[in-house]
């Protein structure tokens, strides 16, 4: 659940994660004026959030005795840089590289 004043989501950055462990893992995100984000990442999972700058961002584990700190980052450590996103997914075949029209099949034509 995100708790936030209308005020901080015009100052909000955006960021993103990658659980690059074979394990689940739980993103707890603590911001200005009780800015609260906590999501469950699945391994290989990418997730994107925004949060108010110089948010600290704590990834927890299920470890043998309980509750396990893996990561500890601030939130200009996980900035989207939105060109080498799309650079990558371009390369991973899963974006389109030209900006042509999308083909509609013509049995999804209304009559």
């Not at 689940?24 to 290989?44: A, H, K, N, T």
């Not at 999972?45 to 500890?72: Q, R």
């Amino acid at each position: 659940m995100i708790h936030a004043a209308p005020s901080d989501l015009e100052t909000t950055q955006d960021c993103s994660y990658r659980n690059t462990s074979d394990r689940m893992v739980i993103l707890r995100c603590c911001g200005s004026d009780q800015f609260f984000l906590e999501r469950v990442v699945f391994p290989f999972e990418i997730l994107a959030f925004s949060c108010p700058p110089m948010s600290e961002i704590k990834v927890w584990s299920h470890g043998l005795y309980g509750p396990e700190l893996l990561e500890t980052f601030l939130s200009e450590q996980l900035l989207v840089d939105r060109p080498s996103i799309d650079a990558e997914l371009q390369q991973e075949g899963m974006f389109p590289a030209s900006s042509t029209a999308l083909q509609t099949t013509p049995w999804l034509l209304a009559s």
